[in-house]
Each structure stands twice: as C-alpha cells, then as structure tokens.
C-alpha cells in the first residue's frame, strides 16, 4: 500500500512539473493574472471586479495622464479581494502607484465587502500547489479553501478537468498584459431593468483599502461605472460619508435613456459603452492625475 502511494505522488509530481514548463509565461484563465503584478511599474492603478476590469480600457483612460496605469481589477470578486490585490502589487511591483482608482459601488463595496466562499476556483487553483507564487494567504480566508490542496499533486484540479487539460497543453489564452489588464466578452446589448433596487441604503467597506492607501501616500480615488437606473449606485448619504475622505466619480448615469443600447446585463455593457465610459473617465481623472511634465512645469513657474 505504501509503494502504490508513492507511486502514485511521484507520478502526481512529474505532471505538476510538466504542467510548471507548459504554463510558463502563459495565462489560461483570465484570474490567472497575478504574477503579471511581478516587477510591473504602474503610476495609475484600478481596482474592482469585472465591471472595472471589463469596462476600464487603460488605452483611453490614461491618455495624457501619469503613464503607465495598469487594471487589476478582478472578476468576481469583492473589496476584500481589492485589499489584497493591492497589498501584492506593493509587494512585488517596481514601484508604488501615485494614485488608486477604486470601485466604489454596490456590487463591489457592499455590506463588509467580503464574501463567504471565493468564486472561480478553476481561475486561480494553479497557483495553490505548493504555494507558487504567495497567494494562498488570500485565499485561505474563505469557507472554501481546502488546505490539501497546497500539499497534494493535482488535488485541487478534482472537479476542473477543463482547466487541468488547458494547463497540460499550454493553453494561453487570457493573457492580459498586452492590454494593461483590461478584458471584454462582448454580447448582445438591449437589456432594461424593470424594476431599481428601492433600498440601497446599505453599509460599504473598501476592506482596508483606503489604509493600505493612506499608509503608503497613495492617492485614492472613488470610481462608479454606469448601471441600468442606477442600480449599483450607492445612496446620496453614504456617497457623502465617504467624499469626506476621497474624491468619488459618479458615472451612474452616463448611459442615462439609452440604456438598452449599451447594457447586455444588469452589470456590464458593450465595448463600444466601454470606450464612452474610459473616455469620460479620462476626462474627470484629467483634473485630480497631473503628469509629471505639467506639475514640473508648474512648480518651476
């Protein structure tokens, strides 16, 4: 019994070794982005899940701002992963941004900001086998994490025989670098909500996000995507608790009666809205993102 067991982890070994060689450099999932974060120099960050990260395009945004800006955005996630998102990129970054861009709205913020169980296990088990690349401590927060899964060979892989396949082949196809981080599956648009959300004086956490900022002088700075009536939009009260400590964005009603031609769901709209959201957002980060070259400029007047 015990020779079949080692058999078994050796075997189990050399095909995480084969999977390592064949994933190299190589983005199957589009959570598989973390190491991208190594040694990446960014002045502009942007935080938030896959309205941020499908919505943000870094191209128009950052035109004429602090270059480069890099989006780390996370699909699926909450503020709590924003926090930690946040606290690797210091970690393994080439520099420390000037400013963070936060999304500061119901589907990201809401409650604690944290949420019981992680979504996507396929997007980022890759990295759990052995601790790779020093992500598990984000994760093992979660109801669902499963600490075998760090030790064992191919354990975390039960379930996702999808994604094990992608891995043994080298499949590379979400690699996000080339774009700054940003991503968009575009759909059919012509969505309308019937009904808003009537109550959405509830309470938000940015999961210490707002500290990791203050504690390392990096400007922050609220973000809300447009939403169908608004619905992701927080109430006036809590957004004027939080202006008192951060300047917020409120692109709620940007698509304001042409909603059905920009929205595919209650979330996410087109590529097209996309590029009118990022330009606008140019325009409002113009004002509080100087370059260097006009702030020189200015201090030498």
């Not at 998102?85 to 080439?94: G, S």
């Not at 969505?191 to 707002?210: H, M, R, T, W, Y």
Request: proline content about 4%.
């Amino acid at each position: 019994m015990g020779l079949f067991v080692c058999v078994i982890l050796i075997a189990g070994y050399g095909i995480e070794a084969i999977m390592y060689r064949q994933m190299d450099n190589r983005r199957a999932h589009v959570l598989e982005d973390w190491p991208d974060m190594h040694d990446l120099h960014a002045e502009l960050v942007f935080l938030g899940n896959s309205r941020t990260a499908g919505h943000v395009i870094p191209e128009i945004v950052c035109q004429g701002l602090a270059e480069p800006c890099y989006n780390l955005a996370y699909d699926g996630y909450t503020s709590q992963m924003g926090g930690y998102r946040l606290e690797y990129f210091l970690d393994h970054a080439a520099n420390h941004p000037k400013a963070v861009v936060v999304q500061l709205d119901l589907s990201f913020c809401q409650g604690d900001g944290r949420q019981d169980n992680y979504p996507m296990k396929d997007g980022v088990l890759r990295y759990f086998f052995l601790d790779q690349i020093g992500i598990n401590k984000y994760y093992r927060h979660y109801n669902n994490w499963r600490e075998l899964d760090a030790f064992i060979p191919l354990l975390r892989y039960k379930g996702y025989p999808l994604i094990f396949f992608k891995h043994l082949l080298g499949w590379n196809r979400w690699d996000r670098r080339e774009k700054k981080g940003f991503w968009h599956t575009n759909k059919e648009v012509g969505f309308q909500l019937e009904d808003a959300p009537s109550d959405k004086n509830v309470s938000l956490s940015l999961c210490g996000i707002d500290s990791i900022c203050h504690q390392n002088n990096i400007q922050l700075i609220g973000m809300i995507p447009p939403s169908p009536q608004s619905s992701y939009r927080p109430s006036n009260q809590k957004l004027d608790s939080l202006s008192r400590f951060l300047h917020v964005l409120d692109f709620s009603h940007l698509f304001e009666n042409h909603e059905s031609e920009y929205f595919y769901d209650k979330a996410h709209f087109s590529l097209e809205g996309a590029k009118v959201f990022s330009r606008a957002l140019n325009d409002s980060l113009s004002y509080l993102v100087q370059p260097e070259v006009e702030k020189e400029g200015e201090l030498a007047n």
